[in-house]
């Protein structure tokens, strides 16, 4: 049997109701249901916002390629306090849509565009995007990592009153925490469709850093996506203590005359976390744990003061030691630091 003369051999069969015999001895296989033809109804939002957040909206005109609509296709923003429209009696297939919503001066305010298919009565949901510019964005929600205070832990938990949110590398956009962590979340600026990186960080009230995530977002035409992120530690921890010593032997702070000292670590592009004056700390009180230091490799200065002179540590080969984002340290893990009398 010939192309031609199969397919009209199937469309007989589809005219008749007849069942097809699978032959591999898997049974009968009835044919699939004629496509139905149905109602469109058009449901629209603006950013994210409402008709009624919108009043510069007077109406909004509907372009289906191929299709008469009844008014030319404009229609009020809302339509019996609802925003949206019902088209009736499509054909089965598939459509493109434009949207158009427009000002009090027929100007173009917000647009939309996309497809549907019609196999009985669907909805089509849009939101459009301002005109002229990009045409997606997203709502952002996020999470920490587990701590002492919970596994799931909120922003005050986690120590988070700021989150700042990067796209594709421009200006970072900054939240408050908790935005991120009710719904709909915190909306992003606009975006053209399609995928971007994303990088997002959890910042302390004073603009501390803590957290960090590094990775993609997919946003798409006339519908706002939610994306959801799990952030994860900038920092780790380390811990010193110190050994006072005249050369020879250890001396004691009592016996060294040293009441206070001062620790300091300076990071790979030579900047010291503890500015010029340092983490001033009593001799006695080592060892040191510092919980918060961003992940990198430091090296260690520290200065010992007191009515027996001034300790130091080696300064033209500095200690040097890694922190790792996530690795809190205990006491017991303290580096060892000595501390030479400064002549």
């Not at 449901?43 to 005109?61: D, L």
């Not at 979340?185 to 803590?210: C, D």
């Not at 952030?231 to 702070?253: F, P």
Request: net charge negative; proline share 6%; charged share 10%.
């Amino acid at each position: 049997m010939n192309a031609r003369a199969l397919i009209a051999f199937l469309a007989i069969l589809g005219m008749t109701g007849c069942i097809i015999v699978d032959r591999g001895g898997g049974g009968t296989v009835p044919p699939p249901p004629p496509p139905k033809p149905g109602d469109v109804t058009f449901t629209w939002s603006f950013a994210g916002k409402s008709c009624n957040e919108v009043s510069q909206v007077r109406s909004v005109f509907i372009d289906i390629p191929g299709e008469q609509l009844q008014n030319n296709g404009v229609y009020p923003c809302l339509a019996n306090n609802y925003p949206g429209i019902v088209l009736h009696d499509f054909n089965p297939g598939t459509y493109s849509f434009t949207l158009e919503a427009l000002g009090y001066g027929s100007e173009r305010l917000f647009v939309g565009s996309g497809s549907f298919t019609v196999n009985g009565d669907i909805r089509v949901t849009v939101d459009l995007t301002p005109a002229g510019g990009a045409n997606s964005y997203a709502y952002l929600t996020w999470r920490f990592p587990p701590n002492s205070q919970s596994s799931n832990p909120n922003c005050d938990q986690a120590g988070v009153a700021f989150v700042d949110v990067s796209i594709d590398g421009s200006q970072p956009q900054r939240f408050q925490c908790a935005t991120g962590q009710s719904q709909p979340g915190a909306q992003t600026a606009f975006l053209n469709a399609g995928s971007h990186s994303i990088t997002l960080w959890g910042l302390g009230s004073g603009g501390y850093l803590y957290y960090r995530f590094d990775g993609t977002l997919q946003t798409f035409a006339g519908a706002p996506v939610s994306a959801e992120y799990g952030l994860g530690w900038a920092v780790g921890g380390t811990a010193v203590k110190w050994q006072l010593t005249n050369g020879s032997y250890g001396l004691t702070c009592a016996q060294a005359g040293i009441q206070t000292m001062s620790v300091n670590f300076m990071d790979a592009q030579g900047n010291m976390v503890y500015g010029t004056a340092g983490d001033t700390q009593a001799c006695d009180a080592a060892p040191i744990v510092y919980n918060y230091l961003q992940a990198g490799t430091y090296k260690v200065f520290i200065k010992g003061t007191g009515t027996g002179g001034t300790y130091l540590s080696n300064a033209q080969n500095p200690p040097v030691l890694t922190v790792q984002a996530g690795v809190f340290v205990t006491a017991q893990q303290a580096v060892n630091v000595q501390l030479f009398k400064a002549p």
